[in-house]
């Protein structure tokens, strides 16, 4: 019998460190470079970490943010993610915004913003919405300058 992994974040390294990896491996693979981990709240234990694939499954759901979410939701057992943060590189869309509400996550921490196809401080704002039955505090800028500068690496590389 194999012994549990230890999912503890290293000294040193930080959630979101481990979400620029993410975003890190997903443009390695062609992927926009979108990285996301969930811990639990005492920001210490990693419950999951995703990058993009949506090229690679065909699939346009398949945002870090919503593979981190279905991988933290099936290691806790559970659909509603209470007690848990959200560290992704990149301003959620409306898709994963409402995600992240109906998953009940206490915290979003994200890096660059996303003007065109944000939801959280841009578009929709799904989050101030009079119907959006769950809001996370919110916490934006968090490796801003990392998280922007892949996404511009990436895309002026395809132009």
Do not use: W
């Not at 290691?75 to 990149?90: I, K, P």
């Amino acid at each position: 019998m194999s012994a549990e992994p230890d999912n503890t974040l290293p000294h040193g390294v930080s959630p979101m460190d481990l979400a620029l990896e993410e975003a890190r491996l997903a443009a390695g693979r062609n992927e926009v470079p979108v990285g996301a981990v969930i811990v639990l709240r005492d920001g210490r234990r990693v419950l999951a970490r995703a990058g993009n694939e949506t090229e690679a499954r065909q699939d346009p759901t398949a945002h870090a943010e919503m593979l981190a979410i279905r991988r933290a939701a099936e290691a806790l057992g559970r659909s509603r993610l209470a007690g848990c943060d959200l560290y992704v590189t990149l301003e959620p869309c409306a898709m994963c915004a409402g995600a992240i509400a109906h998953a009940r996550l206490d915290r979003l921490y994200f890096g660059a913003t996303d003007p065109k196809g944000g939801a959280v401080l841009h578009g929709g704002r799904l989050f101030e919405q009079p119907t959006c039955h769950h809001r996370p505090d919110i916490y934006d800028g968090l490796g801003e300058s990392d998280a922007a500068a892949l996404l511009k690496q990436f895309f002026a590389a395809r132009r």
